[in-house]
């Protein structure tokens, strides 16, 4: 009885979520006047559309606030640094299994980057078995310091973040419609086969980032560089939930309408929706760590969010099928191919993926991580 109300709650709580963060940017679209069906073709593929030019005071704009909200982090960071040494020895030997991937991912990034005419047919999937190695090596290193990994412990759990996470970036790709500022080049399939083949390469970002957020929390540094920090408490939690979820749908909609302006909130509204409905649901969720005065969880995950964008950008730069960004205002002064601003972005979507995690765990069956 109780896991079948546990999976009622955990069905309607997805449901809650998927209807906000489906309907609220269709209701923009409906508000500046265009036709919402448009939308939602699936697949969704990105186009290249112009895009306003940099401009200077909105590049010094994003910087000051990126810097107010990294700065204290960054800095407490650094001085733990001095503080903390790495961690404790390793607890196990590297696994053989954790060679195989380092051996499969250098292969595949030297065939990402060449251009070999025997593997022409093959070139523009190098995608999947760079991100399967990536996975099974930050497992591996997981492994070595604590004796325990997702990939020997908690298959099961990864087997579910792999299903979930295809449809998580296949929800970040229909936000894309509506702020257009990410498209594929030489994706040029039929609508099977490109579902198909992005489903496969989508499947594997929450597994990434979240192995590697398992890696640096087996860290001293990230286990406990941000203890002492204030407890972020809201007074009245439910009537601030409810405000929040408010704002954060206002902003969907705002999206749609005002995309130019608006879509660096493409990166945070999903996160305050999913939070704020935790909240009301009455279940626990990454910023109530913060609530307990514990902010570890929340920048360990940020910098292995950053960690993969770092990767994901960088095997992007030399790839023959990969994407190209049309950002408004900020594109410039790009590494690799992402301007420097939209790093900041993975910061937030780090704590996405782990609030999605939250979600998979309240559901019967799945298995609970242990927080660090």
């Not at 900020?330 to 301007?339: C, D, H, S």
Request: glycine content about 8%; charged content about 15%.
């Amino acid at each position: 009885m109780i896991d079948g109300r546990r999976m009622k709650s955990g069905i309607l709580k997805w449901i809650a979520i998927a209807l906000i963060l489906l309907a609220m940017p269709l209701a923009g679209a409906a508000l500046s006047g265009s036709p919402p069906g448009g939308y939602l073709e699936f697949p969704p593929r990105p186009r290249a559309v112009p895009q306003p030019p940099f401009h200077w005071p909105v590049f010094w704009g994003y910087v000051v606030l990126i810097a107010t909200a990294v700065a204290p982090l960054l800095v407490t960071g650094l001085r733990a640094l001095a503080r903390h040494r790495l961690g404790p020895a390793p607890k196990a030997a590297w696994p053989w299994w954790g060679t195989v991937a380092v051996a499969v991912g250098a292969a595949s990034w030297l065939l990402a980057w060449s251009r070999f005419e025997w593997f022409a047919v093959l070139q523009p999937h190098t995608f999947v078995p760079l991100w399967l190695s990536y996975i099974g090596v930050v497992n591996a290193l997981t492994h070595r310091r604590t004796g325990r990994c997702m990939l020997t412990h908690r298959r099961r759990h990864l087997g579910l973040l792999f299903a979930a996470s295809a449809v998580f970036w296949w929800f970040f790709e229909y936000l894309n419609r509506f702020v257009q500022n990410w498209y594929y080049q030489g994706a040029e399939y039929g609508a099977v086969m490109y579902s198909l083949l992005a489903t496969a390469s989508f499947a594997t970002v929450l597994p990434a980032v979240l192995g590697t957020r398992d890696w640096l929390a087996s860290f001293d540094l990230f286990r406990r560089g941000w203890d002492g920090w204030p407890a972020l408490r809201a007074p009245r939690p439910r009537i601030t939930a409810a405000t929040a979820l408010i704002l954060a749908a206002a902003a969907l909609v705002g999206v749609a309408v005002w995309p130019n302006h608006l879509f660096a909130l493409v990166w945070v509204a999903p996160l305050v929706v999913v939070v704020a409905v935790q909240t009301l649901w009455g279940r626990r969720h990454l910023l109530g760590e913060a609530a307990r005065g514990r902010w570890a969880p929340m920048a360990t995950v940020a910098a292995a969010a950053l960690i993969c964008g770092f990767f994901w950008e960088m095997w992007n730069a030399g790839s023959l099928l990969g994407w190209t960004y049309t950002v408004p205002y900020v594109q410039r002064f790009e590494l690799f191919a992402m301007p420097l601003l939209g790093y900041a972005g993975y910061l937030p979507f780090g704590l996405e993926c782990a609030a999605v995690e939250e979600l998979l765990e309240d559901l019967p069956g799945a298995g609970h991580r242990s927080r660090s």
